[in-house]
């Protein structure tokens, strides 16, 4: 099993950057795809980004490429998720997940953090 938790958000505005934080417990984190999904009020939760295993493998929603980089320490068993030229459409509580596999899918991820909040304003 693994426990996920997330920091790293907060209110920043239009144009700025924030790194996202996901903790994880447990010594198979190494064993995890890893993924970052949000959830803006009034909308379904959606992908914004996934990573394999060993970070060689990555994969973005169209909304946030070249704009967001997921990344993972192994060592330090944490996921992240720079996030930068942010807009206020990137207003959500963040979530990171583990999964067996890179894939957009909620479905396929089997453990969830708590999320964290992150508003742009304009």
């Known amino acids: 099993q693994v426990q996920l938790v997330e920091s790293g958000g907060g209110l920043v505005q239009a144009g700025g950057s924030l790194r996202l934080s996901c903790a994880a417990s447990?010594?198979?984190?190494?064993?995890?795809?890893m993924g970052w999904f949000r959830q803006a009020p009034g909308k379904e939760r959606e992908f914004v980004a996934t990573i394999n295993w060993r970070g060689a493998n990555t994969y973005y929603a169209d909304s946030v490429k070249g704009r967001f980089t997921i990344s993972r320490d192994n060592a330090k068993t944490t996921l992240y998720l720079q996030m930068n030229s942010l807009k206020p459409e990137d207003t959500a509580v963040y979530y990171c997940?583990?999964?067996?596999?890179?894939?957009?899918?909620?479905?396929?991820?089997?453990?969830w953090g708590q999320g964290t909040q992150v508003t742009v304003s304009s």
């Open positions: 447990g010594r198979t984190f190494s064993s995890y795809a």
């Open positions: 997940a583990a999964g067996l596999d890179v894939t957009g899918s909620l479905r396929d991820y089997r453990y």
